[in-house]
């Protein structure tokens, strides 16, 4: 009665989960790959239930059962692969494919032999005990194995996981090594003794349900969506493989020892071995002082150096790399420390108070303190004088304020880590609460916090530098923009002080006045434009493109300098599609350098025309331009020949002009006069 009520609701709430897990976790292959694993032990589960309610078509439902067997090490194999994995298995080492399609055997070999073939029964209905074959050995055999290698996996995945996402998936992954114990132990028990031992179907039923349902507390509190990239190094996933390998010699052992002790106390005893077992290997595997001191062991007694330098380093360049702002990388650097030195905090501070002094940067396992090191302070200048690693393990820090002492010793900080680049200390790091308080840190770990300080600084004075150079195109953005803009009112202010100059002589002719006032109108107006534009600074050009008629705006900005004695305007009616405004300031530019050029004498020539293209043309008869100019720095920002120019003008014209798809043809001669073609877009064309 016991046995139906726990498997009903094992079965239950795995066909509830994966409904569940369905509809809320999208049509990915790791979706499915998780709910096959859950759904075929449900079924699994289902089959052995209905074998033991109804004893005499025992053989008919354990043929199913067979089947959710020989299915369950791909379902669980691949489970394993793909869940919380960034690359979902796409990218598995080829052993592991081999593995998998070693699953093949499984299923095909239920199909090809009978039930009869695995196992046989003289008295299931009383005993519940099914006696293995050589076949029913092999077979169970192999599910061991590729439970073990699931449990090789999940190790990986969660021994690959940052803190935050081992936060996500630390209920998933208990679960999951919680029932595949569960199968360890149940197929263990048959290999052990060659039977079967239905009996033992609760153990497997209540590990189902509590699996299931620290899934759904994962899923449902922890949100999942973990994405974990894991190494393919497989340096450390025998650490599994021997606990398991201890485990299965210890069964085999107590098969042979504990004949003497009776069968029901040898029984008993074994299950309890086994969960002791089973926990004692969960916690090895959450355990990080426990993994920290097997590695340790490992490379102490069986590697020449106590780390795998390419490794390392290679893991500690990619966290680097992957940074895609200057906060990432600064938790990159401190993270890459605490995995590679199993520390349990640890804090930056750079180089950039008062007096070059150093601030908090950064912390991981910390929260900011207001701590600033002064450059002076006695302990750091062996960080910089001499390239050591500060050891406070033996003294306690001695700063000049006892404030900071204070802080580092509640926070557990043992070292302090010099960042070097070309002999300048760009920053220190901060290492505390060691996973393990035994372990001890020599030379080779003190080089090795030291070489990878070097890349650190090197990474972060890069992004520094990347910083300034940021704000020196902001500043030259703006000293760009302020020469436009300061050139354009240069052109403005000549126009009103040849107002100024006519008003002289014709300030009472009426209709002077109004061309006077039209000219103050209109020079308002572009100041208040400019005044704008100060205010938005943009970083390219923008247009407002219009049809515009080009004969009757350079008229119009003919009207804005002179009278039409000094500027002949010629040609024909063109139209353009271009920014009216950008265009007049090209206009206007270009006949002021022109009435310039001739010392305000004139003639100048504008001709409106269309070739391949409007155009406008600007010619003067005045001092022209020498070749050697002309050719290298005519359109070279803060060049020019004029006593008093700012060298602006003619850069700001061709911007405008390339920023239409235009060009600007000039032919000068010295002593002849200078040409200006500039050459625009049709409606049509653009």
Not at 360 to 384: D, N
Request: contains cysteine; hydrophobic residues 50%.
């Amino acid at each position: 009665m016991v046995q139906i009520v726990v498997s009903t609701i094992a079965i239950s709430l795995a066909l509830v989960w994966c409904v569940f897990v369905v509809w809320r976790g999208g049509r990915t292959f790791a979706t499915y790959a998780t709910v096959a694993a859950v759904f075929i032990s449900a079924a699994l589960e289902a089959s052995d239930l209905l074998a033991i309610v109804f004893p005499a078509a025992t053989f008919h439902w354990k043929r199913f059962a067979l089947l959710a067997e020989s299915v369950l090490p791909a379902a669980w194999f691949l489970f394993s692969l793909t869940h919380s994995r960034e690359l979902g298995g796409r990218h598995a080492p080829f052993p592991q494919r081999l593995f998998l399609v070693g699953t093949l055997a499984f299923p095909a070999a239920v199909v090809v032999l009978p039930a009869e073939s695995f196992f046989y029964s003289p008295d299931f209905a009383a005993e519940r005990v099914l006696f293995l074959s050589n076949a029913g050995f092999w077979f169970y055999g192999g599910l061991l194995v590729y439970f073990v290698l699931a449990l090789v996996n999940l190790e990986a995945t969660y021994r690959g996981a940052s803190l935050s996402s081992r936060w996500v998936i630390k209920f998933d992954f208990i679960g999951a090594v919680s029932f595949l114990s569960a199968l360890v132990f149940y197929y263990s028990q048959a290999l052990l003794y060659r039977t079967v031992n239905m009996n033992l179907m609760p153990v497997r039923s209540v590990m189902l349900i509590l699996a299931v349902a620290m899934m759904f507390y994962s899923l449902i509190f922890r949100g999942g969506g973990a994405r974990i990239a894991v190494s393919r190094s497989m340096a450390y996933k025998s650490v599994v493989l021997v606990a398991v390998g201890f485990y299965l010699i210890a069964l085999g052992l107590l098969g042979e020892g504990l004949k003497y002790f009776g069968e029901s106390g040898q029984r008993a005893l074994a299950v309890a071995l086994a969960f002791i077992a089973g926990v004692a290997l969960l916690v090895l595997l959450l355990s990080e002082t426990a993994k920290r001191k097997i590695k340790v062991f490992l490379h102490k007694n069986f590697y020449q150096s106590k780390y795998d330098y390419r490794t390392q380093w290679l893991q500690f360049t990619d966290r680097l790399t992957v940074a895609k702002s200057g906060d990432e990388l600064r938790e990159a650097v401190l993270v890459g420390y605490c995995e590679i030195f199993a520390m349990g905090c640890a804090a930056l501070f750079v180089r950039g108070g008062e007096g070059g002094g150093f601030r908090w940067a950064a912390g991981v396992g910390l929260s900011r303190p207001e701590i600033f090191f002064t450059a002076h302070e006695p302990v750091l200048l062996p960080l910089e004088e001499r390239s050591w690693v500060v050891d406070f393990r033996d003294e306690e820090p001695r700063f000049n304020d006892p404030d900071i002492d204070r802080r580092l010793t509640e926070d557990g900080i043992i070292f302090l880590v010099p960042l070097l680049n070309s002999g300048i200390l760009e920053g220190i790091v901060a290492l505390g609460r060691p996973i393990d308080p035994k372990e001890q840190y020599l030379y080779e770990d003190f080089d090795l916090m030291k070489t990878m300080g070097r890349q650190a600084s090197s990474a972060l004075r890069n992004l520094r530098l990347a910083d300034e150079l940021l704000q020196a195109k902001e500043l030259e953005v703006m000293g760009k923009v302020s020469a436009f803009i300061l050139h354009d009112l240069k052109n403005l202010v000549y126009t009103l002080s040849l107002t100024v100059e006519n008003a002289q002589d014709h300030l009472r002719d009426p209709e002077f006045q109004s061309d006077m006032l039209a000219t103050l109108s209109n020079t308002v107006g572009r100041m208040k434009v400019l005044i704008s534009k100060l205010s938005n600074l943009p970083d390219r050009l923008s247009l407002k493109r219009e049809a515009v008629d080009l004969l009757q705006l350079v008229s119009e900005a003919r009207s804005l300098v002179a009278s039409e004695g000094e500027i002949a305007v010629e040609g024909r009616q063109v139209s353009a599609w271009v920014d009216r405004e950008e265009i007049q300031k090209v206009v206007l530019n270009l006949i002021v350098n022109a009435l310039e050029a001739t010392e305000g004498k004139g003639p100048v020539a504008v001709t409106v025309g269309e070739g391949s293209g409007p155009f406008f043309r600007v010619a003067d008869r005045g001092c022209g331009i020498a070749e050697d100019f002309l050719h290298k720095d005519l359109f070279t920002p803060f060049r020019t020949t004029k006593k008093k120019g700012l060298g602006i003008g003619l850069y700001q014209c061709r911007q405008i002009v390339e920023a239409h798809g235009g060009w600007i043809e000039v032919e000068s001669a010295v002593g002849e006069g200078t040409t200006f073609t500039v050459w625009l877009q049709s409606q049509l064309s653009s």
